[in-house]
């Protein structure tokens, strides 16, 4: 080894022999020589990581099989690019057909939050009124029991019929659409205003003949309630008709 090269290194030396780190500068390791009994000194290795116990210089060594001498080395097939540019057309076509099946579900979505939301649109957005001519974008019926009013109500003894009360009220439709016959809460109360009965009534209770499902009251239209019940007593001195 030369001076130079150990100076380079501080003198910091590996025993090739026993694996020991050593200063070459400052120790004077002389090993008689077997052969003819002349002093060297010892072999100087520089940068080599010693082997762990166990451990075979040869990688190869290590493996849980036999590795053939003859064995050629790996190299790239002649079609290799190809099968590249394969899996990369094959990924990107993926890759676009993912976006088109993203683009129409989005889509689909904005349509059907349009469509839920049709008549809020149309009045903010007057212009969309030209897709009412060939989509059938407005509605004819709604649920808006809010838009029943009671113009007249009464409550007397049922004719023909001891014990007997029979309730009569008209109500009109006030919202600007059809809507079907709605269902109706009926409760009595007492002089303090406290419930004492209440029952949910179907438009086939309280009227007869019974209406179908598919009728509508037009707006305006005027229905009549007519219900007969048995005369709870004195306690109750009024009544409420709500819609529902």
């Known amino acids: 080894m030369e001076p130079d090269s150990l100076l380079r290194v501080d003198g910091r030396a590996l025993c090739f022999r026993c694996g020991s780190l050593f200063d070459a500068l400052a120790e004077e390791l002389i090993e008689a020589d077997a052969r003819d009994g002349t002093p060297t000194r010892p072999i100087v290795i520089l940068n080599q990581r010693s082997l762990a116990p166990g451990e075979s210089e040869n990688p190869i060594d290590g493996l849980p099989f036999e590795v053939p001498d003859d064995l050629p080395p790996l190299a790239p097939t002649d079609n290799a690019l190809d099968i590249t540019e394969a899996l990369r057309g094959k990924k990107s076509s993926r890759n676009l057909w993912y976006g088109v099946i993203v683009v129409l579900l989005t889509l689909a979505m904005g349509l059907q939050l349009a469509w839920q939301y049709r008549r809020e649109l149309l009045?903010?957005?007057?212009?969309?009124?030209?897709?009412?001519?060939?989509?059938?974008?407005?509605?004819?019926?709604?649920?808006?029991?809010?838009?029943?009013?009671?113009?007249?109500?009464?409550?007397?003894?049922?004719?023909?019929?001891p014990g007997s009360l029979t309730l009569s009220a008209r109500v009109r439709n006030d919202a600007q659409l059809a809507q079907a016959f709605p269902d109706l809460q009926?409760?009595?109360?007492?002089?303090?205003?406290?419930?004492?009965?209440?029952?949910?009534?179907?438009?086939?209770?309280?009227?007869?003949?019974?209406?179908?499902?598919?009728?509508?009251?037009?707006?305006?239209?005027?229905?009549?309630?007519e219900l007969d019940f048995e005369d709870p007593g004195d306690a109750v001195t009024s009544f409420v008709i709500d819609f529902l």
């Open 123 to 161: 009045q903010r957005f007057p212009a969309l009124e030209v897709l009412c001519s060939h989509v059938e974008c407005r509605e004819d019926v709604i649920h808006a029991p809010e838009q029943f009013r009671i113009l007249g109500r009464d409550i007397r003894p049922t004719s023909n019929e």
């Open 186 to 225: 009926l409760s009595l109360l007492d002089n303090k205003g406290s419930v004492l009965i209440r029952r949910r009534l179907s438009p086939g209770d309280y009227m007869f003949p019974s209406p179908s499902s598919a009728q509508r009251l037009a707006p305006g239209e005027v229905f009549t309630i």
